[in-house]
């Protein structure tokens, strides 16, 4: 199969696809407080840095998908887009988080440099079309339930209210009731549509069903193995959930990749990410 070039979408300094170097989505799953927040995106920042790598900040304002109505979802949308902000404002790189209605697409995109479709939202044409027309790029997180053909359509309405800065997110599909697979051949197949496509490592090791905050929700181990065989695949982006003290946060905390151990797994992407270029 012949996979075209992607265009190229920039989000300030970042430019994903187009055959430039493999771009790096990375910060704690959910906004806990803006010490976090910073810290993470610091030295997230200072990695990326060193590994020569871009960088865009990603944390949620709000995580509607949870197991219960007890558990810890986000300062919510106007607090949260203050703290993506201050750190876009302190760190200079730009932010991402992702909507869950309609009715927040204006006033997230105002804020955000990459609003984000969640996986199990993103066949909502209301939802979609609303982000397409009011944000700047647009990352759409294939749903674990989508065949990756089906993506196109997504496409197709972003496309219809005229927004082309779009990136395709591969984040592994349903295997019966508690698993999701990576099948690889999504990556190319959805690059096929012309846009950036990338690899969501740490939600692609979650364990389906199950809480976050169970031991067992999640199966870290697995990261570097299914990143470096998506960065080998082709990818243009890597999306890694990353937290200070893993153990500690207030959401996937079974599955978000240590901050401490970073450094080390992007540099293996990145040599992987040159070899592949190079060729």
């Avoid at 430039?20 to 799953?29: F, K, V, W």
């Amino acid at each position: 199969m012949n996979v075209p070039t992607t265009k190229t979408v920039s989000v300030g300094s970042v430019h994903i696809g187009g055959g430039h170097p493999l771009a790096l989505i990375a910060g704690p799953c959910v906004i806990e407080n803006e010490e976090v927040a910073l810290e993470t995106g610091e030295r997230v920042q200072e990695i990326a840095q060193r590994v020569g790598m871009s960088f865009i900040f990603k944390s949620s304002y709000l995580k509607d998908n949870r197991s219960s109505a007890e558990t810890y979802q986000g300062p919510g949308l106007k607090m949260g887009l203050k703290i993506l902000e201050k750190v876009r404002e302190s760190i200079h790189v730009p932010i991402l988080s992702d909507v869950h209605c309609a009715a927040e697409a204006k006033e997230a995109s105002d804020v955000l440099d990459v609003v984000q479709i969640p996986a199990y939202l993103c066949m909502q044409t209301q939802l979609t079309l609303e982000v397409g027309k009011w944000a700047k790029a647009v990352n759409v997180k294939k749903g674990q339930f989508l065949d990756p053909h089906d993506v196109r359509h997504i496409v197709g309405k972003l496309e219809n209210v005229g927004n082309t800065n779009i990136l395709l997110t591969e984040r592994g599909s349903c295997f019966g009731y508690h698993n999701l697979v990576v099948d690889i051949r999504s990556l190319p197949i959805m690059r096929r549509f012309g846009y950036p496509v990338i690899f969501d490592v740490t939600h692609a090791i979650r364990v389906y069903g199950r809480s976050s905050s169970d031991p067992s929700g999640g199966q870290p181990e697995f990261v570097p193995y299914l990143a470096r065989a998506a960065v080998a695949s082709g990818c243009d982006a890597i999306f890694i959930e990353t937290h200070p003290c893993v153990k500690e946060a207030l959401c996937d905390a079974a599955s978000m990749w240590p901050l401490a151990k970073l450094e080390g797994l992007l540099i293996q992407l990145k040599a992987i990410d040159d070899l592949v270029k190079s060729n």
